[in-house]
């Protein structure tokens, strides 16, 4: 089984086969905050590319998150910190979520066999769960706006360094490992490592650090959140009922 | 003076400036092979993307190099390997140019203020360049058919290295910071740590250590090839002459 790693959702055609499954992962915040929703109770999680989508959804009477540049966009009452999806009222509900790009990935990868939803919060559920598939996998980091960055990089080696070692996965690719040495040297403290990154900037800028750290603390969560058809449903929650 | 490292042709649109320079790299082996040829004395070179455009000019009668795969293509007599370039025959000529990712690049960056080709052997002279410069740079990476690749990212954290401690340029870009860690981890052994590139893995298939072990030394070269045009000529030479 081998493993690509695909740096920006616009690189994503170079990496498509049918047969392989994608993990889509943004770190600082969409995938986290869609792993921590499902894992807190939320049922489903509808991941639309554009602002429009999520205006037309929000006239249904969905309950509609959507952020763009780190912040809520007018008109929405939720973004993307994992912290708005820990909210009882939430719970057993679908939420439409669009953000600069969680979503956009999510979207590129539509096509592939599978499409999962990774985060260092449910880092191990994702890892056995591609150990037990044995397909080749691609990660996909979201970036920012289509331009590589770091902490999507991270995540893309914890999990490379994590099947190779532990399930024999393997990889010929260079961006993987690229993304495996990047975190061999930040694993010890991600926080410190990313604190020159430009989005870890951007977002201490909007007093963001509690979201951070939460998103940069591996196996909070047990949720395994699955694309199926256009829903986000989590399938850690079905296997253990 | 900021630093932006883009790690594949297509993703050039993201990264151009009109006022900004571009150092195009491909270590192996297209630029490394341009800044030999212009050291050696070929008086210029025209890069192509296409073979079909290879094709026109050779039947016009010019000097044709063409490589795709890391192979010479069939009815060529040059490739890309540095060493075609050394040969007295082709002192003071013009040759036309074109290879699987470097001839891209070039092309990708032509709108851009200068277009300087970059390489391990002429670092630095084309960091005195910037230095002088004082512009904006961007460095793009030819990588291997649109993806990144490990060695073009190593030069680009060498470069990025040398102008951030020596010359007062600075970098806000997550890929940028990546490439630099890399070639901190590196630097002491480039050729041992890209044993396990797919590129360096592929040029090893075709007999190529000999090419490598040259594209990956340091300053033997101090010529400063630039596009003006459609022509990549020395500027060294002309500063020296």
Not at 14 to 39: K, Q, W
Not at 112 to 137: H, T
Request: net charge negative; charged share 20%; with cysteine.
């Amino acid at each position: 089984m081998q493993i690509q790693t695909c740096f920006s959702p616009s690189q994503y055609p170079l990496f498509h086969a049918e047969d392989s499954i994608v993990v889509v992962t943004d770190i600082l915040r969409a995938t986290s905050a869609m792993a921590a929703a499902l894992d807190f109770g939320v049922e489903k999680i509808i991941p639309v590319a554009s602002v429009a989508e999520a205006i037309e959804y929000k006239n249904k009477g969905y309950i509609v998150a959507a952020e763009r540049d780190g912040k809520i966009v007018d008109g929405f009452n939720l973004g993307n910190s994992p912290f708005d999806y820990m909210d009882e009222t939430l719970k057993n509900k679908t939420i439409v979520i669009s953000t600069t790009n969680g979503t956009k990935a999510i979207s590129a990868a539509q096509k592939a066999y599978k499409v999962v939803i990774g985060a260092f919060i449910n880092i191990d559920v994702v890892a056995n769960y591609l150990a037990a598939e044995k397909r080749n996998v691609v990660i996909l980091c979201a970036g920012w706006k289509n331009k590589f960055n770091l902490e999507d990089t991270l995540f893309a080696g914890a999990l490379a360094n994590q099947l190779i070692n532990k399930n024999n996965f393997d990889t010929d690719c260079d961006s993987t490992f690229a993304a495996m040495h990047l975190h061999d040297i930040a694993k010890d403290n991600l926080f410190q490592f990313l604190e020159k990154s430009s989005h870890r900037n951007r977002l201490k800028n909007l007093n963001l650090e509690k979201d951070i750290a939460y998103c940069l603390t591996p196996n909070s969560c047990i949720s395994l959140p699955i694309l199926v058809g256009n829903e986000i449903v989590n399938f850690a929650t079905k296997i253990i009922v």
